[in-house]
């Protein structure tokens, strides 16, 4: 059964620096989702992706962040400068046509 | 967005029918109700959605009342691995995003 791949799986790195997460979204599936849940806190919605653009993005998702998806097969979330309060668990997720979305199993962000 | 209401926890003995419910009552006549749920800060896994109907697939039933202000998602033989949040969600479909919010769900616990 497909189903969407993130890696890495946990991902530590120093206040300031720059990460990069990434997704392999379900190869049919048009719209693309970040999502993130800092432990012990509710999912949260970051941006939605389609036809190579942001459709929707929260107050979270400021200057910091940023979407992309380089080729046919990856869909990558970027922060620019980690601040402490960015550890969290990222999920991504993707759907088809239909709104049921299917996430990934999450990379954990851990900014020392 | 609608808004749901979920009670914050259910204990379920093991193999009896698990029955969750859901208040959804600012919902409107062309919204669905989605249910999802999350195992220990994997990531959510899409169960079920229905918009009027009584909906039924190899994972759950789900029951909306005629009014369509609440709905009861139904696990029929409940197993420990079934322990989980579940979350009750009326997409938002601004800009045709159908982002997903998140509350605090229903914490499952299936009990041998």
């Known amino acids: 059964e497909p189903e969407v791949t993130q890696t890495p799986s946990h991902q530590v790195t120093q206040m300031g620096q720059e990460v990069i997460l990434r997704c392999v979204p379900i190869?049919?599936?048009?719209?693309f989702y970040w999502y993130r849940q800092i432990l012990g806190q509710k999912v949260e919605f970051l941006v939605s992706f389609y036809n190579n653009e942001i459709s929707e993005k929260s107050e979270i998702f400021d200057d910091q962040f940023s979407v992309e998806r380089p080729d046919g097969s990856n869909f990558t979330l970027k922060i620019r400068s980690t601040k402490l309060e960015d550890s969290a668990m990222y999920f991504c997720?993707?759907?088809?046509?239909?709104?049921?979305?299917?996430f990934g199993p999450g990379t954990r962000l851990t900014v020392l | 967005d609608a808004k749901t209401t979920q009670p914050t926890s259910m204990d379920c003995a093991e193999g009896r029918a698990a029955n969750l419910p859901c208040n959804h009552s600012?919902?409107?006549?062309?919204?669905?109700v989605y249910w999802y749920r999350q195992i220990h800060s994997q990531g959510p896994q899409y169960i079920i959605h229905?918009?009027?109907n009584n909906e039924t697939n190899e994972m759950a039933s789900l029951i909306i009342t005629e009014d369509r202000k609440s709905s009861t998602l139904i696990l029929p033989h409940a197993t420990l691995r079934d322990t989980a949040v579940y979350y009750c969600?009326?997409?938002?479909?601004?800009?045709?995003?159908?982002?997903?919010?998140f509350g605090k769900g229903t914490k499952l616990s299936v009990i041998p």
């Open positions: 969600i009326v997409p938002y479909s601004g800009a045709g995003s159908y982002q997903l919010t």
């Open positions: 190869s049919n599936h048009l719209y």
């Open positions: 229905g918009l009027k």
């Open positions: 600012t919902i409107s006549g062309n919204e669905y």
């Open positions: 997720a993707s759907r088809e046509g239909g709104n049921e979305q299917f």
